[in-house]
């Protein structure tokens, strides 16, 4: 491996384990409670170095969520190498993260997953942060579409569509379990809503059907 990609593997490993000691201590006593400071003296580094890492202290836990900025947009990519329409392809990479109990798609109990989600949705100023992060998902998804759709403001609108129907598809799987319902249980209406959900895109968006 080069020198650069090197470089590039340690800095990515040290997002990540900052990132965990930051979201660690924030589980335990609040992210209101936890200041900058203590975050960089527990990750062993100083503060001018964390915030070359994360600009924001919301950023410690919003990196955890950055890997899926642009995990739709890849989606429609590699769907249109083999062939495939986006919104089928979009449908079956959310079908298949229900089977994987994806934490992004809100079918998950896992004690440590339901702690992060509440949170990142509990904390007024990383909900409010989490806001860019769609964002960014609907800039990349726009730009996927745009060789698919007639102008960018076409491209826009369906963005903005599919990634409000992905959040709303996970946050009914969050509400559900959230309110003690069984994985299993909740299973089989999420992969009905999906494709309810998707049928009701397909129709409103035929030029990606």
């Not at 007639?150 to 903005?160: E, K, S, T, V």
């Not at 009914?172 to 992969?191: F, K, L, S, T, Y």
Request: hydrophobic share 50%; net charge negative; aromatic share 6%.
């Amino acid at each position: 491996m080069s020198e650069t990609g090197l470089r590039e593997r340690k800095k990515q490993r040290m997002y990540q384990a900052v990132s965990d000691i930051a979201i660690g201590l924030f589980l335990e006593r609040g992210f209101d409670a936890v200041s900058v400071a203590e975050v960089a003296a527990a990750a062993e580094i100083s503060k001018p170095t964390l915030f070359r890492y994360f600009p924001a202290k919301e950023d410690l836990v919003l990196h955890r969520l950055a890997d899926h900025e642009r995990e739709s947009a890849e989606v429609v990519v590699a769907a249109r190498a083999s062939g495939t329409a986006p919104l089928p392809a979009l449908r079956r990479h959310f079908l298949d993260g229900l089977a994987a109990h994806d934490p992004v798609t809100g079918l998950n109990d896992h004690p440590q997953v339901r702690a992060f989600h509440t949170l990142l949705y509990g904390t007024p100023s990383l909900a409010a942060r989490l806001h860019i992060h769609l964002e960014r998902s609907e800039t990349a998804l726009a730009e996927a579409l745009a060789d698919d759709l007639p102008d960018a403001l076409d491209a826009r609108l369906a963005a903005g569509q599919i990634v409000a129907v992905r959040r709303i598809l996970a946050e009914e799987n969050w509400r559900r379990i959230g309110a003690g319902e069984p994985v299993e249980d909740v299973r089989e209406a999420a992969v009905a809503a999906v494709e309810r959900a998707f049928a009701v895109l397909g129709a409103g968006l035929p030029g990606l059907a």
